[in-house]
């Protein structure tokens, strides 16, 4: 038969001592740790090159896009940025899937996660770069497994890999016609 203890009860004053010692400290640790919530309205343009990326430096790949503005969608996020980027105009689009990104550190200090509302775009025009972007890439169905190509950032290769599979299992086509309907 085990034997059970009993552990005494601290008294409530100590206890209430304790909380008030550490309220202030965890107020602030928490306040620290706060992550910001940022909606970004990302642009998924397939093209015959491939899919559309952009660099802000002329190495890193993103897909087009940016944060969402006060009172601002996402889709609406996505079309503007990728004007602003690339100078395309959007003719369509249609919403996909959300995508939530890896914590970061701003630089601005604290931490910030994006969260993408993802879309693919039919655009017109010819993709050049503009106002920060450096660089306008496509990557192409075949090189799959995207994993491999470093210099894409890891979002893009999350929601580049979730459409190929969309894409690839029929599900975009339904999609469509549900929308269409």
């Known amino acids: 038969m085990s034997e059970s203890r009993q552990f005494p009860q601290a008294p409530a004053k100590l206890l209430k001592k304790i909380f008030q010692q550490t309220q202030g400290k965890l ?3 928490l306040k620290a740790t706060k992550i910001r919530k940022r909606i970004r309205g990302t642009a998924i343009v397939d093209t ?4 559309l990326l952009v660099s802000t430096n002329g190495d890193r790949f993103s897909l087009p896009g940016g944060g969402a503005e006060k009172q601002e969608k996402g889709e609406a996020a996505a079309i503007r940025e ?4 690339t100078g395309l105009k959007a003719i369509s689009a249609q ?7 890896k914590i970061r550190k701003r630089s601005s200090g604290g931490l910030a996660r994006n969260h993408h509302e993802v879309f693919l775009i039919q655009a017109k025009g010819k993709p050049q770069p503009k106002e920060e972007i450096k660089a306008i890439a496509f990557c192409q169905f075949s090189e799959i497994p995207i994993e491999n190509r470093v210099n894409i950032s890891d979002s893009a290769k999350h929601i580049i ?3 190929w ?5 029929g599900l975009l086509q339904a999609l469509n016609r549900n929308q269409q309907l």
């Open 27 to 29: 107020s602030k640790h």
């Open 48 to 51: 015959p090159q491939g899919v």
């Open 82 to 85: 990728l004007k602003e980027e």
């Open 95 to 101: 919403y996909l899937f959300s995508h939530v990104g």
């Open 161 to 163: 890999n979730k459409y």
């Open 165 to 169: 599979a969309l894409k690839e299992s």
